[in-house]
């Protein structure tokens, strides 16, 4: 097959990413790349800690965060208000858990694909009473739909579930999750860790309550951030008992008498977040801003494409969805011992990774038909080996 050279967007964007020179990287879905722009913001941070200490420091982070809130709202279709800034997922859906009461409706209705914090978490709050409900996949790829419309009903008080799912790539659908869920009178928690950046989201339109995701993968923002949607309507209904004094309503008070939560998603934030991150994030999300989802999703299922035809064409067959409309990142290629594979591809210069009983591969916007095909050469030879 041949290798053609890369499409425009591509080629324009691969210098900002100078990590792309050192490996033939296909691992976004653990880690976005590092580029320019995020290394510039994380040295602009260590510039104002150095010049200013601790003499404007909350006025320049403050406002670092108040841009990563409306940059984050943007690409969600939600509002600056509605995002509160958290270190990660486990964190963020510990603060929901806090604000949960499980006496009247107990269950939590969670996936078997689901990523491991989430049914963790309700498993974590049994001693307050929540009940999970794990159900089950058919083909480890997805969830049909009929099993959330059979398991939610009138003792559901929360479904928690993911958009995009991180050991398939299925793109769940989360409007009719949440329907389901409403109409149940439950509420409706949704993890797009693998989903804000590389698709489109929506909140408003798929009406869910809560919705999280974060820097590490498709946002190119790195680690040590994570945000989290709260419906507006929702958040003054909620009281976390996992708090501290960036939830207060005037956190400069200091006043240790009185806690006023505040009315906005602020209230879910226990205190000062990994600032370095959130620079980083900035810069991320303005290139995913600059580029546009929806451009980056049609370059990035094209390389998913063409990805599967050259694995296909090697005789190597990928678990994937029968609808291809429905994926989106994360090709999972199904071998004997996935951890030797990918060490030693490592030491060819080819980063991937691998969940039990899979290689997970992951192309984004950056990578090259090319390297889909070094790294197609790559698994052979390993596999050969
Ligand atoms: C879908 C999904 N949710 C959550 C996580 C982990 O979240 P955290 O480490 O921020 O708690 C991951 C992987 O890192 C993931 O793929």
Request: aromatic residues 8%; proline residues 6%.
């Amino acid at each position: 097959m041949p290798h053609p050279t890369p499409n425009s967007l591509t080629a324009r964007w691969r210098p900002e990413f100078p990590g792309l020179e050192r490996s033939v990287y296909m691992n976004t879905c653990s880690l976005g790349q590092l580029s320019r722009r995020s290394m510039d913001g994380m040295q602009r941070f260590q510039e104002q800690w150095l010049s200013y200490g601790a003499s404007a420091w909350y006025e320049l982070w403050l406002g670092e965060m108040a841009d990563a809130r409306a940059r984050f709202a943007r690409l969600i279709n939600a509002q600056p208000h509605e995002i509160a800034i958290l270190p990660s997922v486990g964190v963020a859906l510990s603060v929901i858990g806090s604000s949960l009461d499980f006496s009247i409706r107990p269950e939590v209705v969670v996936t078997e694909l689901d990523f491991p914090t989430i049914p963790y978490q309700w498993m974590a709050r049994g001693e307050e009473g929540a009940e999970l409900r794990l159900l089950a996949s058919t083909d480890r790829v997805q969830v049909p739909l009929e099993r959330f419309a059979q398991a939610i009903g009138p003792r559901t008080g929360l479904v928690a579930t993911t958009h995009v799912l991180f050991t398939s790539g299925w793109v769940q659908e989360i409007a009719a999750i949440a329907r389901l869920a409403h109409d149940a009178g439950s509420l409706c928690l949704v993890d797009g860790y693998q989903a804000a950046g590389q698709i489109p989201v929506d909140v408003k339109a798929a009406d869910v309550d809560v919705y999280i995701s974060g820097g590490l993968k498709w946002l190119l923002g790195g680690p040590g951030i994570v945000f989290m949607y709260v419906r507006e309507e929702l958040i003054p209904q909620l009281h976390p008992t996992t708090t501290g004094w960036f939830a207060a309503k005037d956190m400069f008070k200091f006043n240790p008498e009185r806690f006023e939560m505040a009315e906005d998603a602020r209230r879910f934030e226990p205190g000062t977040p990994a600032v370095a991150a959130v620079y980083a994030a900035n810069a991320g999300m303005s290139i995913i801003e600059e580029i546009g989802v929806e451009t980056i999703r049609a370059r990035t299922a094209k390389l998913d494409a063409d990805l599967i035809q050259r694995l296909r064409t090697a005789g190597l067959e990928p678990r994937l969805p029968g609808d291809m409309a429905r994926h989106a990142g994360i090709v999972m290629l199904p071998v004997d011992a996935p951890a030797a594979a990918v060490k030693a591809l490592k030491e060819r210069g080819i980063i991937i990774d691998y969940r039990p009983g899979a290689l997970r591969l992951s192309p984004y916007f950056y990578n090259t038909e090319a390297e889909n095909q070094a790294l197609v050469d790559g698994i052979v030879e390993v596999l050969r080996g």
